[in-house]
């Protein structure tokens, strides 16, 4: 086996080594969270005295941590250190309500970096190559997290940031672009430019390799994206309590994305009764930080739903691997009794040819009874073709999103560009139902 790693020693532990390696660290971060307020009443409240926690089994003797745990306890209260030894704040997204606050120390802020240095280096991105970074720099987590990790390999760092599609052609055109980092719904909307220019980017421009994350998308998403631009598309995973991206990454084999399992513990719990799932079974992803200094967080439910991948990546990494995010579970919707996660729509829309780069669902009431509506931009060529062939195409539509989900949609096509497009996050569903 020739795998290249940036940090060898880490990345091809044994297993033996790792797990020692995550109970010495496990310890530590128990030690360490206890002085922050938050832990030091959720232990005294449980009843947990730190000296029963001998080894890494006793994980699960601690109490989960959740996002609204962060919310009660804003801004201040899970910091282990004084306020000086700080020296950067992130706030998430804030996706699913109130956003919440992270904290860095010097050394976090260092082992954050070294993290996604690994990533990068992981899927072949070397020095020399010139590395655009096309998400949101701010307080996001995504544009920091990606530079600080591109600059430590010695990476070209264009801060091109979100949005200003035109420029960032200009820009990737001028200095040669190799690696991008971007939105996948981000990245849909920009071969619309692409098209709408006339520029092909097989032929025009020098892309390689492209990290895609940040959002759920579906393998047809990264398939198109591979296709059209012509790159390998690795998928990020991360998340703002957890630093932000470079909890998991895709090596070159884009089979799941590796865990760095010196950096976290992972655990898969049923998202109902929070009991372990056995490997391989769907469940929300709870993590416990090994690495952070300023803000360690314990058990921290993060609400993704997730799979272990089970067995050996042939790159010899021990790292576990999880399988593409299916979604948050507050994202899953529920319609004539059937559960449906937007991705899954997604999956079904974007292996059909005519259809576009956006769509977006709607929940509605009418005469109480619940109708999914799935708007649905199709490309150029289809547009201009006769109303039989929409109408066909309208109808095959809503045959196979029937087939995948079991429930039958009101398919709605409209032209490329019709639908609202965001440079961050997109939202895919709209729910009027309870309004
Ligand atoms: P917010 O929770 O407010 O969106 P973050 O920017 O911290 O703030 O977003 C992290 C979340 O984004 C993750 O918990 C997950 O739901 C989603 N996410 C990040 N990367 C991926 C990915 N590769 N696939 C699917 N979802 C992702
Ligand atoms: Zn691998």
Redesign the pocket.
């Known amino acids: 086996m020739n795998t290249e790693c940036w940090n060898p020693e880490r990345e091809l532990i044994t297993r033996d080594k790792l797990e020692a390696l995550q109970e010495k660290l496990f310890l530590e971060t128990v030690q360490r969270a206890s002085r922050s307020p938050f832990y030091r009443k959720k232990f005294e409240e449980t009843g947990i005295s730190i000296k029963d926690i001998k080894s890494l089994s006793d994980i699960t003797k601690l109490p989960f941590t959740t996002k609204q745990d962060l919310r009660d306890w804003y801004p201040y209260g899970f910091l282990t250190v004084e306020k000086e030894k700080l020296v950067r704040l992130h706030v ?5 309500g109130q ?1 919440t606050a992270v904290f860095y120390t010097r050394k976090d802020i260092e082992s954050w970096a070294e993290l996604m240095a690994r990533c990068m280096y992981m899927t072949g991105a070397r020095p020399g190559d010139v590395f655009q970074n096309m998400t949101g720099y701010g307080l ?3 544009g920091l997290g990606f530079h600080y990790g591109a600059e430590k390999i010695g990476l070209l760092t264009i801060p091109s940031g979100a949005g200003n599609s035109k420029r960032q052609i200009q820009l990737m055109r001028d200095f040669g672009t190799n690696v991008i980092h971007i939105i996948p719904s981000y990245a849909l909307r920009l071969m619309d430019v692409l098209n709408e220019m006339g520029i092909n980017p097989r032929e025009s421009l020098d892309l390689r390799i492209g990290y ?6 579906s393998e047809e998403v990264r398939q198109r994206v591979q296709e059209f631009y012509g790159i390998k598309a690795f ?7 957890m630093n ?2 470079g909890v998991a990454f895709e090596c070159t084999y884009q089979q799941g ?1 590796h865990l760095w399992e010196d950096a976290y513990i992972m655990e898969i719990v049923d998202q109902h009764t929070l009991e372990p799932v056995p490997e391989g079974t769907l469940g929300e992803l709870v993590l416990t930080t090994l690495s952070r200094e300023g803000m360690p967080l314990i058990r921290y439910r ?3 739903l997730t799979r272990i991948i089970p067995g050996q990546c042939p790159c010899g990494r021990p790292h576990r691997r999880i399988d ?2 299916q ?2 579970s507050d994202d899953m919707f529920i319609i004539k009794g059937v559960n449906i996660f937007p991705v899954q729509v997604e999956q079904v829309l974007m292996s059909i040819p005519e259809v576009g780069t956006n769509y977006r669902i709607i929940l509605k009431k009418e005469r109480e009874i619940d109708q999914m509506i799935v708007q649905v931009e199709v490309t150029d060529k289809v547009f201009v073709e006769d109303m039989r062939h929409l109408q066909r195409l309208q109808k095959k539509i809503a045959s196979e999103l029937r087939s995948e989900l079991l429930v039958t949609p009101i398919v709605e096509l409209v032209e490329p560009n019709a639908l609202p497009r965001s440079n961050g ?1 997109v939202q895919r569903l709209i729910d009027m139902r309870c309004n």
């Open positions: 998430s997204s804030g996706t699913t956003a996001f987590t995504g895609l994350g940040a959002e759920p998308y998928n990020s995973y991360g998340l703002s309590e932000g991206p994305m993060t609400k993704d593409r995010i979604g948050r996050k």
